[in-house]
């Protein structure tokens, strides 16, 4: 089983601000990884998959890179209302599909 | 547009079953791979299972395999998630998804499932 990592655990930032999270899986998944966004009391949206590719409707600001074992999702711009948690997922190896333990992003 | 409702939950003793239903609109439901997947209250996201677009191919958790069936009626747009021998282990929001490449494309807004005595 592909074991992700994720960190921080939680980031503190002010608004306008860069945030960088970070997607460390135990094995290469190639660019097979996605991530998505849970704000509290929903239920979670894709943002990115295969990587870097950007779902429908999300906003330029988010951008994910990276390849093999190491990921980055960016928030170019902090807004407030991307406070919530956030989870990375990989599909290269399943079953089992396993997503990371997830990065809370909150507002200075 | 694509949306995804679930219903079934509820508080069930433990050792008892339970049977969740997501009822799909705004998609061709018989042409996609579609999953469940939960969360315990506080904790990430878990996988759980997988059903493909025919019902023909299933995979499962480890924690559930055994307990759990997934299937599908393409006639009635509706995933079901059968849920056997329920622990405490296994209280958590269930979602079910549509899938992209088994990626999570989309979600329904979650059934909460207790187990308790």
């Known amino acids: 089983e592909i074991v992700l990592t994720q960190s921080p655990p939680t980031l503190s930032l002010s608004p306008g601000e860069r945030a960088t999270l970070s997607c460390r899986a135990s094995?290469?998944?190639?660019?097979?990884l996605a991530w998505y966004q849970q704000k509290p009391g929903q239920a979670p949206r894709l943002l990115i998959y295969d990587a870097s590719n950007r779902a429908t409707g999300v906003p330029a600001r988010f951008s994910g890179s990276g390849s093999g074992t190491d990921f980055t999702l960016t928030i170019s711009s902090l807004e407030p209302e991307d406070v919530a948690i956030y989870y990375c997922q990989q599909r290269s190896n399943w079953p089992p599909l396993t997503f990371g333990g997830g990065t809370k992003v909150e507002i200075k | 547009q694509v949306q995804l409702v679930e219903s079934g939950g509820g508080v069930v003793q433990p050792g008892r079953s339970l049977r969740l239903s997501c009822a799909a609109s705004?998609?061709?439901?018989?042409?996609?791979?579609m999953h469940w997947v939960r969360q315990a209250p506080g904790k990430g996201l878990e996988w759980v299972a997988i059903?493909?677009?025919?019902?023909?191919?299933?995979y499962y958790a480890e924690s559930v395999k055994g307990r759990f069936t997934i299937s599908r009626d393409n006639s009635k747009n509706t995933l079901y998630l059968e849920m056997n021998s329920l622990s405490a282990e296994d209280t958590a929001v269930y979602y079910c998804?549509?899938?992209?490449?088994?990626?999570?494309?989309?979600w329904g807004q979650g059934t909460l499932v207790t187990v308790s005595s």
């Open positions: 059903v493909s677009y025919d019902g023909r191919t299933k």
């Open positions: 998804a549509k899938t992209l490449s088994e990626y999570f494309q989309h």
């Open positions: 705004g998609f061709t439901f018989s042409s996609y791979g």
């Open positions: 094995q290469s998944v190639s660019n097979f």
